[in-house]
C-alpha cells in the first residue's frame, strides 16, 4: 500500500531502495500509531452527565484566548461550575484611563474604533482614601523622574553613577536570587486603586467627560449582547467575569502576552466595567421587562 505512493509523491526519483524502505516503514509505524489511538479511544469511557433541573453554582467567563481553555477544563471538573468564552474586551469598545499616570491605553481591539472612555472615580467612602494613593503616586512619580534625570544629567552622570552604584548592585542581587518575593513586594500595591474607585464609562464623542455617563439603553444593549452571544440561558448564584494579563521581566515582548482583544493590554478592567453595568439595578429591570432576561436578585457579578 505504500510504495505506490512513494513513488508517485516523492520529489526525487534518483533515491535508493534503502530510502524507499525507510518511507514505507515511517508510514507503516503511523498508520499502526493511528489505530492504537482509535482503539484506545473507544476503550475509554467518557460519561457526561447533566443536570438539567438545577442551575450551576458558579458561571464564569473567560477570554476565549486558548491559554484559558485549560483552567476552564479543570474549572468544570471540579464540581457544578459552568464556564463561557467571550472576547477578552467583553464587547466594550473602550479606552482605559490610568489613574497612576493619566494617560490613555486602548483596551479593545485595534481594528475597532474606541467608542468609550472609562476612568477611575473614588466610591462614596473611600474619597479620602483615594486621596492619598494620588499623593502617594505623586511622590513616587517625582522619585522615578529624579532618578532618571540624575542618570541622564551631564554633570551628575559619573557621580551618581559612581557613587550609588554599590546599591544598585545589591539590587540586581536581590532581583537574581530573590526575584519572585521581590517582584510581589513590589507590586503588593497594583491594583490597591480598584478598592477605593469604580469604573466610570463615558462617550469619547462627548464634550465632558467627567460629568456625563453614557445613556442607560447604551449599557443595556451592552449587557444584553454580552449575554447573547455567549448563550446565557441561566444565572447562576455567583457569575464572574475573569479578565486576564500577563507578568514578564525585562521582556521586550512582555505585551503580546496580555489580552490580545484588549489591544495588548489586561483585561481586568474591561470585566470591571461589564460587572459594574450588568449590577446597575436600571439594566436588570429593562432587562426583565422588554427582553426577559431574569437576573436573580441574589445574583452577584464578580471581576478577577
Known sequence: MGYPLVIKDRPDKSLDHSAELHYIWLLAWEKSWQKKLLQTLKKS???IVENKNTSPDVQMVFCIDTRSELIRRHVESQGNYETFGYAGFFGIAMDYENPRNGLLQKACPPIVESCYVVSERAKEDKENFKSKLDKKNEVKSFWNYFLKRMKNM???????????GFLYGLNITARTLFSRRLYQWRNKNNNVYEAACSPYINNTKNKEPQNVSITLSEKVAIVKSAFDLMGWKDFAPIIVFTGHGSHSANNPF????DCGACAATPGRHN???????????EVRNILLKEHDIIIPRIDLIYRS
Open 45 to 47: 469511557s467518557i460519561d
Open 154 to 164: 551631564l554633570p551628575s552622570t559619573f557621580g551618581f553613577v559612581e557613587g550609588s
Open 254 to 257: 512582555g505585551s503580546s502576552l
Open 271 to 281: 470585566a470591571r466595567m461589564l460587572a459594574n453595568m450588568a449590577n446597575e439595578k
